[in-house]
């Protein structure tokens, strides 16, 4: 029952975030090229999700997840998304973005450039 819950709060998290940055253009973390996309992933991820999360207590007759456990799991399940989105959108839009420099710090350089190289940037910036 925890790892369907984990389960289940990652892949709603990840909807959520591409649907929020595909909604404030930051195109670094973004796994689509358009909006739509991250709109219809979001759908197709977080409906399936919220449809889960509410027939829990029909599907599983016994045995709960304890507050701690559960703050413990959705915590842990988020950090997980956040990570596996900076990951995989680095990966994948790797070669997309390779020629903007990002001239803004902070989050702001994720509109142009991808997490990991606005890391590098960063990083050669201050050298």
Not at 77 to 95: D, E, R
Request: proline fraction near 1%; charge should be positive.
């Amino acid at each position: 029952m925890a790892f369907e819950y984990f389960y289940l709060v990652l892949i709603a998290s990840v909807g959520v975030i591409q649907a929020a940055v595909a909604y404030n253009g930051f195109r670094g973390i973004s796994f689509f090229s358009y909006k739509v996309s991250a709109y219809l992933f979001m759908l197709v991820t977080t409906s399936p999700a919220m449809a889960r999360f509410f027939t829990w207590n029909e599907r599983n007759d016994t045995g709960v997840i304890e507050g701690r456990e559960q703050f413990f799991l959705f915590m842990l399940a988020i950090v997980a998304a956040i990570g596996f989105t900076l990951v995989l959108s680095s990966l994948l839009k790797h070669w997309s973005l390779r020629k903007n420099n990002g001239e803004f710090d902070g989050f702001e350089a994720l509109k142009e450039v991808t997490f990991f190289q606005a890391l590098r940037h960063r990083f050669i910036k201050r050298q």
